[in-house]
Nanobody
Framework: VQLQASGGGLVQAGGSLRLSCVAS????????TAWFRQAPGKEREFVAV?????????????YYVDSVKGRFTISRDNAKNTVYLQMNSLKPEDTAVYYC??????????????????????WGQGTLVTVSS
């Protein structure tokens, strides 16, 4: 599985960006896929996750870190093998390199498993988001 993240950039506080993560693999709909971020001098942090499913898109679950709830939305388009992170009302503290991560199994969302970066076997290269004040 290969992941390609894109969509980062420089934006003013209050602005929006949409990150994309394109995945290889035939069973993409089953992948549990998440976004993490790492700010300068800080540890990597879980941001959001969307579950995989054998059924319809309506059966998907999502979960967010408290600091982005109500501002960020994670979604997936299985026909395009893509997961998105729509980021609105951006704040300077959202500045970080954002990474998408995937695991090829369906697990319960939310759960302790899906917020742990060590659980994911596949990672994209990261895309830089800079929010100016």
């Amino acid at each position: 599985v290969q992941l390609q993240a894109s969509g980062g950039g420089l934006v003013q506080a209050g602005g929006s960006l949409r990150l994309s993560c394109v995945a290889s693999g035939r069973a993409f709909s089953r992948y549990t896929t998440a976004w993490f971020r790492q700010a300068p001098g800080k540890e990597r942090e879980f941001v959001a996750v969307v579950s995989g499913s054998d059924l319809s898109v309506s059966d998907l679950s999502t979960y967010y870190v408290d600091s982005v709830k109500g501002r960020f939305t994670i979604s997936r388009d299985n026909a395009k093998n893509t997961v998105y992170l729509q980021m609105n009302s951006l704040k300077p503290e959202d500045t970080a390199v954002y990474y998408c991560a995937a695991e090829t199994v369906i697990v319960e969302v939310p759960s302790c498993t899906v917020v742990a970066g060590t659980w994911y076997d596949y990672w994209g290269q990261g895309t830089l988001v800079t929010v100016s004040s």
